[in-house]
């Protein structure tokens, strides 16, 4: 199957500052990518769809000043989370699907995010 | 998942059958997906349904009735490693998937 790789698996950052999420789609492109945050015990809420080449779309109570998405290339998503706090700290993971195709999605490995 | 709803928790013993159960809201509704997902791990995708019936991968078959906004993952000869979280995701036809609450298996011997 296709691989999405996620970077980094883990980070600690201070309240304040801001971290970036990369997302890779490694063997196929990806027009569209989505960023999702889970909580734990909790499902995955969609948090944005990533979209090449033009603005992302935010769903609903998301706040894109401070969830940035760039959608550079074909291959790359990032998420930079602004002037974290600690309420900030969750799994946040992205997903692709092969150009196309509305079936089967390919998660990366999920970052684990703690803002302290 | 406001607009999926899965059982929050189901028990099996090793070698039996388990369904899960999922019904979900039509509205722009494209297909159905079932994902695995172990404790601090990412989701894995397990199967997809775009039209009514039963889609069969091994030991994991998945089922949708469109007309009843309903479908249903079915495990069968479970296995210790079975024990996860699984949640249905409702699909649109831009490729965008919304996921239920997950249901926690439990396999037990």
């Known amino acids: 199957g296709a691989v999405v790789s996620q970077h980094p698996s883990r980070v600690i950052c201070k309240s304040g500052t801001s971290v970036k999420i990369e997302c890779r789609s490694l063997?196929?492109?990806?027009?569209?990518m989505f960023w999702y945050r889970q909580f734990p015990k909790q499902s995955l809420m969609l948090m944005a769809t990533?979209?090449?080449?033009?603005?992302?779309?935010?769903e609903q109570g998301v706040e894109k000043d401070k969830f940035l998405i760039n959608h550079a290339s074909l291959t790359l998503s990032t998420l930079t989370v602004t002037s974290a706090h600690p309420e900030d700290s969750s799994f946040y993971i992205c997903?692709?699907?092969?150009?196309?195709?509305?079936?089967?999605?390919?998660f990366g490995q999920g970052t684990r995010l703690t803002v302290v | 998942g406001q607009s999926l709803e899965q059982p929050s928790e189901v028990t099996a013993v090793e070698g039996a059958i388990v369904q899960i159960n999922c019904t979900y809201q039509t509205s722009g509704f494209y297909g159905l997906s079932w994902y695995q997902q172990h404790d601090g791990g990412a989701p894995t995708f397990l199967s997809y349904?775009?039209?009514?019936g039963l889609e069969e991968t091994g030991r994991f078959s998945s089922f949708l009735s469109r007309s009843d906004s309903y479908g249903y993952l079915l495990l069968q000869e479970l296995q210790m490693k079975d024990s996860a979280s699984y949640f249905c995701?409702?699909?649109?036809?831009?490729?965008?998937?919304?996921f239920g609450d997950g249901t926690t298996l439990t396999v037990k011997p």
């Open positions: 995701a409702r699909n649109t036809n831009a490729g965008k998937s919304t």
């Open positions: 349904n775009g039209l009514d």
């Open positions: 063997d196929f492109q990806a027009t569209t």
């Open positions: 990533s979209n090449e080449g033009s603005k992302a779309t935010y």
């Open positions: 997903s692709a699907r092969v150009r196309g195709t509305v079936t089967e999605a390919f």
